[in-house]
């Protein structure tokens, strides 16, 4: 009987995994489009409007993508992770096939080679990954946050995501897709520490041992909101300025690979794997890098020279900034003599 429960257990923990999938993939879609709507408008997020925040369509993203965020957290609680998480690579594809058909981004053959290439070894990756050891108190997380190693780790990763901010994305945010996922991945991989806190605190208060008290749980609250609020201002930009069949395996490889990593540093989850499971991430991990430098050409070679050397233009007249060549607008410059562009 038990083991007919925990088959049970794991069907419904895989149908809210793929749920939670078509959910996220088709997010993307909608929250592009009303990006796009939004930047017809006024000014594109991509250079710091906010627009977008009037468009219905981009709400309708923002609706779609919780409902499969909560489907994937509640996937958790039926089945493990080393079943949930790969199916996560689900929303690239969903997201990739729709854009096709709605968005009109045609996604050559050497961008297809490097989404299977990045799933692939993402799922290698996750599979392999050591177990995860279950918090039983807010307190014993905030003993785990606390640690050394750790902390080294989250004070890397918000003077880098401070370097990216405040140099790279003024210079190289909309010519450099690392820039924008770069900082939404860094800092989801904080997220996932703090919203765990506080599922924990949630489940052990529902239970009857309340958490609420606990200054470590409005603590990891506050990281939660701050980390997921900087996650969807710099993913917005990212789908405002790039491609979205792009943007997604990206970011997913990215934010999977760092939320590994912290994981591994916070509950030292490293330690006495056997070494054909360190080999199996370590390849894992070329995989998904092999997987990136594809999608990265493939992004370019969707550009023609022409359109390469143009990308950007600003009207004197009314000095509104011109999209990149990716979106509907388009700006040829026809002769060097003439006096509405400049360069």
């Given at each position: 009987?038990?083991?007919?429960?925990?088959?049970?257990?794991?069907?419904?923990?895989?149908?809210?995994?793929?749920?939670?999938?078509?959910?996220?993939?088709?997010?993307?879609?909608?929250?592009?489009?009303?990006?796009?709507?939004?930047?017809?408008?006024?000014?594109?997020?991509?250079?710091?409007?906010?627009?977008?925040?009037?468009?219905?369509?981009?709400?309708?993203?923002?609706?779609?993508?919780?409902?499969?965020?909560?489907?994937?957290?509640?996937?958790?609680?039926?089945?493990?992770?080393?079943?949930?998480?790969?199916?996560?690579?689900?929303?690239?594809?969903?997201?990739?096939?729709?854009?096709?058909?709605?968005?009109?981004?045609?996604?050559?053959?050497?961008?297809?080679?490097?989404?299977?290439?990045c799933?692939?070894?993402?799922?290698?990756?996750?599979?392999?990954?050591?177990?995860?050891?279950?918090?039983?108190?807010?307190?014993?997380?905030?003993?785990?946050?606390?640690?050394?190693?750790?902390?080294?780790?989250?004070?890397?990763?918000?003077?880098?995501?401070?370097?990216?901010?405040?140099?790279?994305?003024?210079?190289?945010?909309?010519?450099?897709?690392?820039?924008y996922?770069?900082?939404?991945?860094?800092?989801?991989?904080?997220?996932?520490v703090?919203?765990?806190?506080?599922?924990?605190?949630?489940?052990?208060?529902?239970?009857?041992?309340?958490?609420?008290?606990?200054?470590?749980?409005w603590?990891?609250?506050?990281?939660?909101?701050?980390?997921?609020?900087?996650?969807?201002?710099?993913?917005?930009?990212?789908?405002d300025?790039?491609?979205?069949?792009?943007?997604?395996?990206?970011?997913?490889?990215?934010?999977?690979?760092?939320?590994?990593?912290?994981?591994?540093?916070?509950?030292?989850d490293?330690?006495?794997?056997?070494?054909?499971?360190?080999?199996?991430?370590?390849?894992?991990?070329?995989?998904?890098?092999?997987g990136?430098?594809?999608?990265?050409?493939?992004?370019?070679?969707?550009?023609?020279?022409?359109?390469?050397?143009?990308?950007?233009?600003?009207?004197?007249?009314?000095?509104?900034?011109?999209?990149?060549?990716?979106?509907?607008?388009?700006?040829?410059?026809?002769?060097?003599?003439?006096?509405?562009?400049?360069?």
């Amino acid at each position: 009987m038990e083991g007919m429960m925990r088959v049970s257990d794991n069907t419904k923990g895989l149908t809210l995994a793929v749920v939670s999938s078509a959910f996220i993939g088709a997010s993307f879609i909608l929250k592009k489009k009303g990006l796009k709507r939004a930047g017809k408008c006024g000014t594109p997020a991509g250079f710091g409007g906010y627009a977008y925040l009037l468009e219905p369509l981009w709400w309708a993203g923002m609706v779609t993508m919780t409902v499969g965020e909560v489907a994937n957290f509640v996937a958790y609680v039926f089945a493990p992770a080393v079943l949930v998480t790969p199916l996560g690579a689900l929303s690239i594809i969903v997201s990739a096939v729709l854009a096709h058909f709605m968005l009109e981004e045609r996604l050559q053959k050497l961008g297809v080679l490097g989404c299977i290439s990045c799933i692939v070894g993402s799922v290698v990756i996750v599979i392999h990954a050591p177990q995860e050891h279950s918090p039983s108190s807010v307190e014993e997380i905030w003993n785990l946050a606390t640690q050394p190693a750790f902390l080294v780790y989250c004070a890397a990763t918000l003077a880098i995501v401070l370097a990216l901010v405040l140099h790279f994305e003024p210079r190289h945010g909309h010519n450099s897709i690392m820039v924008y996922l770069g900082i939404c991945s860094l800092m989801g991989s904080l997220t996932v520490v703090s919203i765990k806190a506080v599922g924990i605190a949630v489940k052990l208060t529902l239970e009857g041992i309340s958490q609420i008290t606990y200054p470590q749980t409005w603590l990891f609250v506050t990281v939660a909101v701050i980390c997921v609020t900087t996650q969807l201002n710099y993913l917005n930009k990212a789908l405002d300025t790039f491609n979205t069949a792009i943007v997604s395996p990206i970011y997913y490889v990215m934010f999977t690979t760092l939320t590994i990593v912290a994981s591994a540093i916070m509950f030292k989850d490293w330690s006495g794997q056997s070494v054909s499971s360190i080999a199996s991430e370590l390849c894992g991990f070329i995989t998904v890098i092999s997987g990136t430098l594809l999608l990265h050409t493939a992004r370019k070679q969707e550009m023609t020279p022409a359109a390469a050397s143009i990308s950007w233009y600003i009207s004197r007249g009314s000095a509104d900034t011109l999209k990149n060549v990716e979106d509907d607008h388009l700006v040829w410059l026809l002769s060097s003599e003439s006096p509405d562009y400049v360069q």
